[in-house]
Structures are given as structure tokens and as C-alpha cells.
């Protein structure tokens, strides 16, 4: 029997509910513990409060049914036909499927709009909803589920996008040899069963203006053993904190905040955060390179195993399941940030989840436990659904026209079954009932063999770029779309004083980068007595090509120009670097 891996897949189902709910901006340093939540004041109304999301649950079908389901199979073999025993092995395993989401309890809800009263003291306030996350991620750990025979640890097994909605759902499935599967089944009995999923959401807000300058000595920074790895380098977002603390210790990166303001929490969040952008870039985990991966996924595991970081729950805003890459590090000298005004931010808030006591309530329904005989396959078919990456939502009509997915079953007998969906905003927003293709059995015996296809995506953008893909080999119940591309920030950065004694009035710099089959050249102009926090451009590059194209022209005083052509990976643009 050939042995499917485990798999893990997000269906973000896109519930009715999403339209209903407008995302505005939170004050993000005024947050109170009310109850069990974490609640937020509006920034157009500090009397008006909302909830982080605090739980995840099953979902429920319409009939008010856990989705959940787990079959272990059989398949009947002729056995080994040098064998004198009249009993042999058939072969077969297990198939665990379940779908769970965002959800907050009415209780804790009533009970935290109780709490802002009490710590409010003002009649008018109110809890409106829930906070509405820009992103989330999570996080599957277990050891029965992973592959193989050595489950002594729980691992990080599976890590992907994670629904941002309350009522949002994330599916997983996964394919069980025997022995696991029964191994599974005996967990279920269990309080805590070896199943559990930690999300890490993020969302954004406004900080407190604070008056502080940060001052990065790039040299020293350089001397720090965390940034002797070079690029090719994964770091967890709890050892970039422990890093920057080190930094701060060393006095390569100094801190002053104005009178006898002492540094709090929320000001080294936001000045971290900064830093984060300067010296790394994100890596989602499924977009590693396949020779790091796993050493990527361990690290990951051991967050949350005993004395891991997870176990303090402290990730000082960075987050729990993404991983970062050391940028190219060109500064010299000192660099000095001030922080004088608001600014927008990104925190992170984990939910954990486990399947619980489900079994001791519903180990005898057979819609949710079950054990099958799989003698007829002619009369089954295979739906593969499509999920569509929660990030991708906002992008269709501003970004992306359609996406297109061609499914393409090779059946046993040599005849093919070919398939397409075609998403744009108006399906994607809509029912998952419309969501998935079809095909059925034409002579696959090989029940195993037949749950797998190829399948290839087609991107159409606004502006007439396109980009298909190669045909990937899947045996997955359904396919997560994320899009080909990335996002990247250009900052402009530089001192302003040095411009001053050039005599520069203006500078225009023209970032030119690739967008598949087009250029785009998006400008920007600063001048000496501007401020350079501000001045970042957010572009959308193909995935693998990192580099761009930048055109600096000084405009010095006397009428003179002076124009500069570079090539940037790094993100990092020095106006002050005049030729």
C-alpha cells in the first residue's frame, strides 16, 4: 500500500457574516483585560471597545452537527499467498478530517461588557464586536499524526494561514497508516487527545506618541553572533527578541526617550518592530527552501515544548509561526530613528485549541467515528475543494482579475478527467459549495492511487499581466491558493544633514521592478527638511526575484542634477550616498 503523507490544508470559508463586519482602527497601547478578553477602544470613539477573538471550537454544519469525522478503512487483499494462515493483514488505515473556527463565547462576551463598565466608569461605553485580524496563522502539533515511528516529542507538524473572521473556518485532513491510525483512535479516549492547533493572529492598530530616538550603531550590531549566519539563515520570532534585548544590553542599539518617560512595554514593541523591518524579512514556512524546511519546522516545534517560548506565551509582538530571514546588512556608521508621532502597528494574539473530550460523547455516532469496508469504488467520487488564501481576498479586482485551477485526473485505464474553476470576487466572497471539482472512478482499483491528481493555477493581474504555473502533483482533499508573488517595502533612508551640506534641494527616486509580463516605476520625492519615516513605497514582486531597480536624482541647488542608477535587494534605499 503506498503510504500518503500527512496533509495539512486552510479552506478560509469566506461566511456572509465577513461582509458585515468593517475593520477600523484601534488604539492599540489603551487595551484592557475585561473578563477573559482583551478589548480595544476605536480610534474615532474611545468609548466604543472591541474583542479580540479568545477561542476556537469545531464548527457546526446547518443541522447544528461537530464537523468532524474519523473512518479508519479497510481494503481487502488476497493476503500472502506463502503463508499457511487463514487470517492475514488486510491493508488500510485511517482518514481524520475536521474543520474548526474562530468563535467567542456569548458568555464571555456578556461577562466583558460587565468588566468595561467597572473599568470605564462611564455609562456610554460599549462593546460593539469582535477586532477583525489583517492576518493569522497556525500551527498543528502532534506526534501520533506525524510520519513515521518515532513520536517521543510533539512536533510542529503542519503551519499555514488561518481564517481572520469570526465564522471563518480552517479545514485539516489527514491520511493515517494502520498502526496510527488505531493509535489515534486511543488518544480520542483521552482528556487531551495528541491532537492541537495554536493560532497566531495578528492585527494592527494605532500606538501612544511617544517622544524617543533610537540609535543603531552598525557596526556593533554586525559583531552580535546572531547575525554571523548570513542570509540563507531562519530565525523564530522569539529569538529575534532575545536578540534585540542583547543588542540593547551592548548599547548597539541605544534608546532615549524624552524627561523621565521610562521605556514601557508598548514603546519597545513598536521600536522593535521597527528594527524587524530593517534587518529581516519574513519567511512563511511552506515557502522554506525545501533543504531548511524541516529544520525550520523543528524549531518550531521546540516553541512549545517545555521551557519553549510558547510555554511563557512572551513573543513581544512578533508572532509565534513565522520565521525570518537576516537581510543583507550594507549600513555604516549610525543610523537614528526618532519616534514622535502615531503609528500604525501589528500585534499577535495566540488561541490555543484541542479537540478535547469529543470522543466520550460521540464515539458511538457513526457520522463521526466510523470503521469501513471499501469493496465498491464505482460508485464513489473525490471532490477537491479549492480554499483560497485569506490574504488574497483584498487583492482580487485591485490586484488580480481571476485565478484559474485546471485539474487533471489520469485515471488507471489511460483516460483523463479535466476540471476548472475560475475565482474572482464575486465567487470567492461567496458560498464553498461552489468551491471544488469533481471526478469520479473509470478502472481505479488502487483506491490510494486514485486520490491522486496534477493540477496548475493561471493568474490573470490588472494590466494584462499573466502567470501560470507548472503542473503539481497532489493527493490532498483540497487546494490552498497563495498568491505567486511578494510583498516588499522600500524605505528611504538617509541623514538629512549630509544633503544639506550638498546643497540638495529634492530627491526622486524611481523604483523599476518586474511584474511578470510588465514594469512598473513608482516615484517618490524627498526633500532635506522632510522626514524619511513616511517615505516607503509597498510593491509586489514575483516570487524568487528580490532585486530592484532605483534611480536617484539630486536636485542641487543652482539648477544642477545628479542621477544614480542601483540595484537593491535589501530593501533599503540611501538618499544621502550622492556619487
Known amino acids: 500500500m503506498k503510504r500518503l503523507p500527512a496533509i495539512g490544508g486552510v479552506l478560509a470559508a469566506l461566511a456572509l457574516c465577513a461582509t458585515s463586519v468593517i475593520a477600523q482602527p484601534v ?24 474583542y479580540l477573538p479568545a477561542s476556537v471550537r469545531l464548527a457546526n454544519d446547518e443541522q447544528g452537527r461537530p464537523q468532524f469525522s474519523f473512518v479508519r478503512y479497510v481494503v481487502n487483499t488476497g493476503g500472502d499467498s506463502a503463508s499457511a494462515s487463514s487470517i492475514t493483514e488486510a491493508r488500510g488505515g485511517g482518514v481524520l478530517t475536521f474543520l474548526v473556527e474562530l468563535d467567542t463565547p456569548q458568555a464571555q462576551v ?87 492547533l495554536m493560532f497566531d493572529m495578528t492585527f494592527t492598530g494605532l500606538t501612544d506618541a511617544y517622544h524617543a530616538d533610537l540609535t543603531v550603531n552598525w557596526s556593533e550590531v554586525r559583531k552580535h553572533q546572531s547575525f554571523s549566519a548570513g542570509a540563507s539563515y531562519y530565525y523564530v520570532s522569539a529569538d529575534i527578541g532575545l536578540t534585540f534585548d542583547e ?84 549600513s555604516e556608521g549610525k543610523s537614528v530613528m526618532t519616534f514622535d508621532h502615531r503609528a500604525s502597528v501589528e500585534r499577535h494574539h495566540l488561541i490555543a485549541f484541542n479537540l478535547g473530550e469529543f470522543e466520550s460523547t460521540h464515539g458511538a455516532d457513526p457520522r463521526h467515528f466510523r470503521t469501513v469496508n471499501l469493496g465498491d469504488a464505482a460508485f464513489q467520487q473525490r471532490e477537491v475543494q479549492v480554499g483560497l488564501d485569506g490574504a488574497l481576498l483584498p487583492e482580487l479586482n485591485s490586484v488580480i482579475n481571476n485565478i484559474t485551477v485546471t485539474l487533471r485526473k489520469t485515471h ?7 476540471r476548472e474553476l475560475v475565482l474572482d470576487r464575486t465567487n470567492a466572497n461567496g458560498s464553498t459549495a461552489g468551491m471544488r471539482m469533481v471526478y469520479g472512478w473509470n478502472g481505479d482499483n488502487d483506491r490510494v492511487a486514485w486520490l491522486g491528481y496534477d493540477y496548475r493555477t493561471r493568474w490573470s493581474f490588472r494590466g494584462g499581466g499573466v502567470h501560470t504555473t507548472d503542473w503539481t502533483r497532489s493527493e490532498a482533499p483540497m487546494i490552498d491558493l497563495f498568491a505567486p508573488y511578494e510583498r516588499q517595502v522600500v524605505q528611504l533612508v538617509g541623514d538629512a544633514d549630509v544633503l544639506r551640506a550638498r546643497g540638495v534641494r529634492a530627491v526622486v527616486v524611481e523604483v523599476d521592478y518586474p511584474f511578470f509580463s510588465e514594469r512598473r516605476r513608482p516615484q517618490l520625492v524627498v526633500r532635506p527638511e522632510e522626514s524619511l519615516e513616511q517615505k516607503r513605497v509597498e ?41
Open 539 to 579: 510593491i509586489t514582486l514575483p516570487l524568487g526575484q528580490p532585486a530592484v531597480d532605483v534611480t536617484l536624482t539630486w536636485q542641487l541647488a543652482g539648477g544642477q542634477r545628479v542621477t544614480a542608477k542601483r540595484n537593491v535587494s535589501g530593501g533599503l534605499v540611501f538618499v544621502d550616498e550622492l556619487p
Open 27 to 50: 488604539l492599540i497601547d489603551r487595551g484592557v483585560r475585561a473578563g477573559e478578553l482583551w478589548c480595544f477602544p476605536l480610534t474615532t470613539d474611545s468609548l466604543t471597545y472591541v
Open 412 to 418: 488507471a485505464n489511460g483516460e483523463q478527467t479535466l
Open 110 to 196: 456578556q461577562e466583558a461588557r460587565a468588566a468595561l463598565d467597572d473599568l470605564v466608569k462611564d455609562k456610554r461605553v460599549t462593546l460593539r464586536g469582535p477586532l477583525v485580524c489583517s492576518d493569522g496563522r497556525y500551527t498543528l502539533v502532534s506526534s501520533v499524526l506525524q510520519s513515521g515511528r518515532d513520536a517521543s516529542q510533539k512536533l510542529a507538524l503542519a503551519t499555514g494561514r488561518a481564517p481572520v473572521l469570526e465564522g471563518n473556518r480552517i479545514a485539516l485532513s489527514f491520511d493515517l497508516d494502520p498502526e496510527r491510525a488505531t493509535l489515534l483512535l486511543k488518544s480520542f479516549a483521552m482528556a487531551t487527545p495528541d491532537v492541537s
Open 247 to 330: 543588542l540593547r544590553r551592548t548599547q548597539a542599539i541605544q534608546l532615549r526617550t524624552a524627561g523621565n518617560s521610562p521605556a514601557t512595554e508598548a514603546l519597545l514593541n513598536t521600536v522593535y518592530g521597527r528594527l524587524l523591518d530593517l534587518l529581516f524579512r519574513p519567511v512563511e514556512p511552506e515557502r522554506a527552501p525545501a533543504a531548511q524546511k524541516g529544520g525550520l519546522m523543528e524549531t518550531l516545534s521546540a516553541m512549545y515544548r517545555s521551557g519553549g517560548s510558547m510555554s511563557s506565551r512572551k513573543m513581544l509582538g512578533f508572532g509565534a509561526e513565522v520565521a525570518y530571514q537576516l537581510r543583507e546588512l550594507k
